[in-house]
C-alpha cells in the first residue's frame, strides 16, 4: 500500500488506541466524509469516478481487516484518500506506452515495427485534426477515390499501372486471393507455405479467402514441372510467397519467378508474389544485404505484388497492392475492400513516406527505419560507451556491465539470415543467478519509459542500435527509478 504524504495533514482521524477489528470497521470513514476532505480528487477526476473509487475502496478494506490493521497505526482516512489516488491515477495510464526497442530487431512486430518521419507525423496531425480531401476532388467539386493520394506514387516508385492499400499485408493477400481466385484451385510450392508472426498462415489465409489451395513440390525443392503438373481448368492464379522468416539451406530448388511469370502467361493466368517486406530502394547503396526491389520483382513478370507499408518501406501499417490496372479494378471492386480499407491518417503518412522515397540521396537522414538499419557499428559503438558508465553506477554492485559487439536483426520477416554488425551492453549478476537477471528485466520494463532487451544464456542484453533519446534513457536510470520500478533486487 503506497503512502503518499501530500501537502499540510488535513486530516486528523486518529483511531490509534482502538484495537478489535471491529471497532476499526466501524472506524471507516463514510464516503461523503472522504470526498469532504478530498477536493482536491474530485476536482481532477470528477465526483462520480471519486465516489466509486472510495465506495471500492472501504469495500476492500472491510472485506480484508488485515488492510485496516495495516492502516491502523496511521490516519485511516488519509489512507483510503491515499489508496483512491493511486488507483486512479494508475487507471488513468495507459498501457499503449512508447518503450526503448533494445532488443536488437529493428523491425519488431510486438514494438509497433517502423517508425515515422516527423513529415508523416505532420501530415498525421494535419488530417486528423480537421476535414481533408480524403474522398473529394478539388478540382471537380465530386466524390473522389481515397486511393488516388498515393496511387500515383506506388505506380512511378514500383513501376506497376496500379495500386491500392489495405489494412495490411495479410489483408492484402486475402483480398487478392478472394477478388481473383475464390471457389478456384492456386498452387504454392511446399517450401512457401509459411507462418508469419503466429498470426498469419499462407494456408490459414487461403482458406479464408475461399480459395482451394493445391500443394506443389516439397519442403525443400520444387521444380517447374510440379506447378505444371497442378496447373489445369480450375487454376486462378500462381503465387509466390517470399521465404520471409527463414531459409532453407542445403539441397534445394524453387522456381525462379521468370519461369512462374512465363508459365503463368502461357495459360493466362495472373502471377502474384506476396513479397512481405517489399522494399523500394537498392539496398546494397545503404550497405545493406540485397533484397529484391517491389520493381525488380515486377520486372521479372509478377502481375501483383503484395507488401506491408511498416516493415522495410519504413512507413505505417498497411498493405500495398501492385500491379496490372485490370486486375487492381477488379480487385478495388471487391465489396471486401471496403471492410478492410485505410484510414486516413495511414494514407496522409503513406503519401510522405513514398514521397521520400523520391529523393532517394536523403532517404537515410529523413526515414527512421532506414536510419536504424543503416547505423554504422561505430557510433553504435561510441554510443554504447556513453551510456554502459550510467548502467554500471545504477546496477551497481549486484551487476556487472560490460560493452559487446553483438548482431541486429531486421526484422518483421524480411532478410532472415543476414544480421547487421551492432554493439551493446552484456549485463550479468555478480550471483550469476537466473532470477537476478529475471528481475533486472523486469525493473527495466517496469521504468517510466519501458526498456525491452533480451535475456540469453543466463545474461541481459541491450543492443543500442535502436536507441534514441539517449538523454532520456540515462536520466532515468538512476537507482531510486530502478528501485521504484518494482522489482530491482
Ligand atoms: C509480414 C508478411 C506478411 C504479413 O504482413 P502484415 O503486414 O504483417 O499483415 C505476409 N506475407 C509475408 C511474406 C510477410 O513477410
Redesign the pocket.
Known sequence: MSWRASGPARFNYDISGMDSDKQRLRSLPSVDRVLRETPHLAERWGHERVAAAIRNELERMRNNPELLNLAGKTLLLSHVAAAVETELENAAKSSLVRVFNLTGTVLHTNLGRALLPEEALEAVQAVASSPSSLEYGLQTGKRGDRDEHVEHLICELCAVEAATVVN????A?LLVLNTLAKELEVPVSRGEL?E??GS?RIPEIMQSSGCVLVEVGTTNRTHLKDYKNAVNDKTALLLK??A?NYQIQGFTRSVAETDLAELAQQHGLPFVV????GNLVDFPAFKLPDEPTVAHTVKRGADIVTF?G??LLGGP?C?IIAGKQELITRIKKNPMKRALRVDKMTLAALVEVLRLYQDPSRLVEKLPTLAALARPAGKIRAQAERVAPHLAEALAPRYQVIITECNSQVG??ALPVETLPSFGVRISAVDDSDEAIRRLADSMRGLPAPVIGRINKGAYFLDLRCLDREEEFIAQLDKSGLERSGNFA
Open positions: 495490411n499485408n495479410a489483408a493477400v509459411v508469419i508472426g498469419f510467397v517470399h520471409s506476396d513479397l512481405g517486406s506491408s511498416d516493415k501499417q498493405g518483421s520477416g
